[in-house]
């Protein structure tokens, strides 16, 4: 049972132009949302994360949208950049578990220059 | 340099034989983990380990085992047992207490034929 499902599975965007990725969850008890970047070839590295009591989060050029009602958040990458162009995941913490994180299916992006 | 060592990045196996896959941090964090990735499922938990000598059974331990003797080390074995071993294997590592992200290694790409 996949419990965060993320779209579109990829998506392409002109230089300079807003990449948006969505996510939605089933369980209330997901208390940390992080996003990680992924590059061919290489592990994940954490790009953003926000917990649920606060609506957006802007780090540069990427902001994180967060909907507790409708238990969606998404990713916007704004004036994307050739250099954005990888796999994005977004992922949920079930607190209880730890730090285990239960992720999307991920999302590729490319951004032509 | 503090990280996740993963190694190696290809593997080869023949059907029918188990291989170990390593991996190795010095961020002296308490835990660890194993995802596994295939095209368009994201990441999957495979088992983690929150403190030495002990670990847990993610969403797809099945055909798989681990073992934590050490605090810096964290192997995986895939049996004979796993019915689709290909695949993209990621180790991470994070702290425990509060919420943290997963630093991941670079992945070892298991080919079984």
């Known amino acids: 049972q996949q419990q965060v499902k993320q779209s579109p599975q990829s998506l392409i965007v002109q230089k300079g132009g807003i990449s948006i990725i969505n996510c939605a969850y089933e369980n209330t008890a997901f208390d940390y949302f992080p996003w990680y970047q992924q590059f061919p070839g290489k592990g994940p590295a954490l790009l953003i994360a926000?917990?649920?009591?606060?609506s957006e989060k802007k780090e540069g050029r990427f902001t994180i949208s967060f909907n507790k009602s409708a238990k969606q958040f998404s990713l916007h990458i704004m004036d994307s950049q050739p250099g954005d162009s990888a796999t994005y995941f977004c992922a949920a913490r079930f607190k209880a578990a730890g730090n285990k994180l239960t992720f999307g299916g991920g999302t590729r992006v490319l951004v032509k220059p | 340099d503090g990280g996740i060592t993963q190694s190696p990045k290809y593997l080869f196996r023949k059907e029918g034989q188990n291989v170990t896959l390593s991996c190795e941090q010095n961020l002296n964090h308490d835990a660890m983990y194993w995802y596994r990735q295939d095209p368009g499922q994201g990441l999957r938990l495979i088992y983690y380990?929150?403190?030495?000598?002990?670990?847990q059974k993610g969403d797809i331990a099945e055909g798989y085992s681990v073992s934590r003797e050490k605090k810096e080390s964290f192997p995986l074995t895939v049996t004979s047992a796993q019915k689709n071993p290909t695949a993209f294997y990621l180790c991470a590592s994070s702290e425990t207490g509060g919420v943290t992200a997963l630093h991941f290694g670079n992945g070892t790409r298991l080919t079984v034929t």
């Open positions: 926000i917990r649920p009591d606060v």
């Open positions: 380990s929150q403190i030495v000598n002990d670990f």
